[in-house]
């Protein structure tokens, strides 16, 4: 039987993020919800003397608010916020020179994948895409060139576990930076600087804005150096995010907790529904219960590591319906509450097949061998009622 249990949820998160870098003391007229300063240019005291900002890409007043509070939730000492998820992964490429080598896991999200290949490439950097759920294969890609490891965990579309301190190991031991995307789960669920990781990296559009009315990403560290250089690369590179975003998302993160849990809650409902339907083949979430009874394997790897390393799960569910592509589709555009498109992390709950829709682009062969299938369906299970939800779904798969 499988003993293993979840980490503690973080302490003090709600705290944390309702009060963090929000003291009204930091403003001139005490306001208690920071102000969005749309200002671009700041007063210099005396010629070359500005007081804290000078210009808007270098620092905002809004934007580094939101920044000291990532920071804090996440217990680190730096953030760094960028114009979106992919701008902040643009900006970590930027640490590197034509000729480093970055290892990164072969299930991956597509953008990710994507401006690694197309873009990274061609400006002279060297990728070796492999299966880092295998430890000792990302040991055996490591090269004497080698700078980074690039993971995400839990993998999008199919929730695939990677053991974020046994890669750190591999990281600390050659001297390589591991960037973790934490996505999925955000701080209140897992922690990948506390499990060894250097960079924990966002797409902030989804959870933690999680409203779907904002397009921005950031980096949460504690290294100086590398804070330093991003610091320098987020000025110098240019992809930062406006004012008013930042202030939304800053908003957000005082529900942070809140949502998450709800996701949660709703996300295993369905996760139970859907196993116990006869017209689902396979559900993939990490929660045991599921795991024990899909697979008849209460020890299995995936099932313990993912209890070691976080605290929970977030709103995505994965499943295979019985059936093909006809069959996904008509199940996808038989749903009423959950809406048919891309992305996730929003109060609403959305579907989408991952084989014609996000993951599109990804080699045929690849898929296969990652699990993206004509009848693979993704869900970001929203907020609204749970039996609405279901109801939903139950009536989706009905129909022939
Ligand atoms: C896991 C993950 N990382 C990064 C991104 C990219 O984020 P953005 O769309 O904010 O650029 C996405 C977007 O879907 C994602 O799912």
């Known amino acids: 039987m499988n003993t293993q249990e979840y980490l503690s949820l973080p302490r003090n998160f709600a705290t944390i993020a309702i009060h963090s870098a929000q003291e009204p003391e930091k403003w001139e007229h005490l306001s208690v919800v920071p102000p969005i300063v749309t200002s671009t240019i700041f007063k210099h005291l005396s010629p070359a003397v500005p007081k804290l900002y000078a210009y808007g890409r270098a620092g905002n007043p809004s934007r580094n608010t939101l920044e000291e509070c990532l920071a804090a939730i996440e217990g680190a000492k730096h953030g ?29 999200f597509w953008g990710t994948a994507n401006l690694f290949d197309k873009v990274g490439k061609p400006l002279g950097l060297d990728f070796t895409f492999t299966d880092v759920t295998d430890v000792k ?13 690039w993971i995400e965990t839990p993998t999008n579309p199919t929730l695939t576990v990677i053991d974020i301190r046994a890669v750190s190991k591999i990281a600390e031991k050659h001297k390589i930076i591991l960037a973790v995307d934490n996505t999925f789960l955000t701080p209140y669920f897992q922690r990948p600087l506390e499990l060894g990781a250097d960079l924990s990296v966002y797409s902030l559009t989804k959870y933690m804005n999680g409203h779907s009315d904002v397009i921005m990403g950031a980096i949460v560290l504690n290294d100086e150096t590398l804070h330093t250089k991003l610091r320098f690369l987020q000025n110098a590179m240019g992809i930062v995010p406006s004012p008013f975003d930042s202030a939304q998302v800053n908003r957000s993160l005082k529900t942070l907790a809140l949502r998450m849990q709800q996701h949660s809650k709703n996300a295993l409902a369905v996760a139970k529904f859907l196993e116990g339907h006869p017209n689902v083949d396979k559900v993939l979430h990490p929660a045991d219960i599921l795991l024990f009874f899909y697979q008849g394997l209460p020890s299995h790897p995936q099932h313990t590591l993912f209890k070691k390393q976080t605290a929970g799960h977030s ?23 959950f809406i048919l498109t891309e992305s996730l ?8 097949a991952p084989s014609i829709m996000t993951h599109a682009s990804v080699p045929e062969d690849q898929k296969k061998k990652i699990g993206i299938l004509d009848n693979l369906v993704r869900l970001s299970v929203g907020l609204e009622d749970v039996d609405d939800l279901i109801r939903d779904l139950n009536q989706a798969l009905e129909i022939k």
Do not use: P, W
Request: with cysteine.
């Open 80 to 108: 760094l916020c960028f114009a979106s998820g992919l701008g902040s992964m643009t900006t970590v490429l930027g640490l590197f020179a034509s000729g480093d080598h970055i290892i990164c896991s072969d299930n991956l």
């Open 137 to 149: 294969e990302v040991e055996k890609c490591v090269k004497t060139n080698t700078k980074m490891i």
């Open 315 to 337: 709103g995505m569910v994965s499943f295979y319906i019985k059936g093909d592509l006809q069959q996904t589709k008509r199940f996808l555009q038989s749903l009423k509450v």
């Open 345 to 352: 992390g929003g109060y609403e709950s959305l579907a989408e």
